[in-house]
Every structure is written in structure tokens, then in C-alpha cells.
């Protein structure tokens, strides 16, 4: 009965100050699903922060349907938990210039624990390189690549990607045009709790 009524906003304690910390540590357990599962309104979070980052906690909490303190509290805990890495802007790639993107499959010339390590931190370090991935197949790496031009391409691969440690060919495939890009992630497979 107690946790049911605390839920709710009332105190069955007779001191104002434990009172307060007992309805915020019950609010606060709420708002932090056990076992890290997440209810509907952790998931609506999400998606709509994927849609519109920029959303002031007062019109996130409208539009999935809580008050603003414990959205404000679930957004919090999903930073924590890292389902949330972070907040970004998305940038039209041609308004800034960037012409090209491509995708370069890199072989490497040694396949071992040392020899991949190294070649990863140098690819971390290529601002060019905005995506990376381990790939089966053929190939070490793929690499989502910008450059301005063809010419700045040709001059990244040839003077850079081809100097990288441990690496022994290159393959490139160029967009000739984007159907969808910066993608929200799917969430449909989330099975909500609540």
C-alpha cells in the first residue's frame, strides 16, 4: 500500500523532510526501470529525441504524454545508461562543400591483433573518415569517406589512406546519390514494459 501511494505523490511519513526524500527515491526508482528494461515512455524519449533534438524538456514531455520532472529524470538515466551517447547537429554534406562520399573497403596487409589495433587508431584519427567498420568477406575495414572533389579524393587515397600502417590495397565505391541518410535508429523491435 505504502509504494502504491507514493507512486501516486502521497507520503505516509510523519517528517516533511524524510517525506521528501522517501517520494524521491520511490519517483526516482520509477522513473529507473529494474534490469535496465525499458517502459513506453523511456522508448517514446527516444524516438522523439531522434526526430528533434532540440526539444526543450517542457515540449518533450507533452508530446510523449509525462510531466516535465519525470521526463526530465528518464532522460537523464537514459544519458547515464548510455542509450543516449549524445546530441548532434545534421549538416547538409554539399551546403559545406563535401561533393563526394564514398565507400573504401581496406585490405590489410597484416591480419593480426597488433597490426589491427594500429590501423584503427590512425583511421580514428581521419577527420575525412566519418564511419568505420569491421567487415566479413573480403577486406578489413569499411570506410564511409568525405572529400570536396574527385581530385581531393584521389589525393586523400593515394597520399593518406594508402599510407596507413598495415595497409595493402584499397577498393572504392562512390554515392551517386543518397535515397536515405542520417537515419533514426529502428525501435520497433523494443518490447516496452508499463
Not at 537523464?76 to 573504401?104: K, M, N, P, S
Not at 591480419?111 to 568477406?137: D, F
Not at 587515397?157 to 533514426?184: Q, R, W, Y
Request: hydrophobic share 45%.
Amino acid at each position: 500500500m505504502a509504494s502504491k501511494n507514493m507512486r501516486q505523490g502521497k507520503t505516509l511519513s510523519a517528517s516533511a523532510a524524510g517525506a521528501a526524500t522517501a517520494r524521491t527515491d520511490v519517483v526516482e526508482a520509477v522513473d529507473a526501470p529494474a534490469s535496465g528494461e525499458l517502459d513506453r515512455f523511456h522508448v517514446a524519449i527516444l524516438a522523439e529525441l531522434q526526430r528533434e533534438a532540440r526539444l526543450s524538456n517542457a515540449e518533450l514531455a507533452a508530446r510523449i504524454g509525462l510531466s516535465a520532472a519525470p521526463t526530465w529524470r528518464r532522460v537523464r538515466w537514459l544519458e547515464e545508461q548510455g542509450f543516449i551517447t549524445g546530441y548532434r547537429a545534421e549538416i547538409d554534406r554539399r551546403r559545406i562543400g563535401l561533393g563526394v562520399l564514398a565507400f573504401v573497403r581496406v585490405d590489410a596487409d597484416r591480419n593480426n591483433g597488433a597490426a589491427t589495433k594500429q590501423l584503427e587508431e590512425a583511421i580514428r584519427l581521419l577527420p575525412e573518415v566519418i564511419a568505420c567498420h569491421y567487415i566479413s568477406g573480403a577486406g578489413t575495414f569499411e570506410l564511409e569517406v568525405m572529400a570536396t572533389d574527385l581530385d581531393a579524393f584521389s589525393r586523400f587515397s593515394i597520399d593518406t589512406l594508402l599510407n596507413l600502417p598495415n595497409v595493402k590495397d584499397i577498393h572504392t565505391s562512390f554515392s551517386l546519390g543518397e535515397v536515405k541518410a542520417g537515419g533514426a535508429l529502428p525501435l520497433g523491435h523494443l518490447k516496452p514494459k508499463g
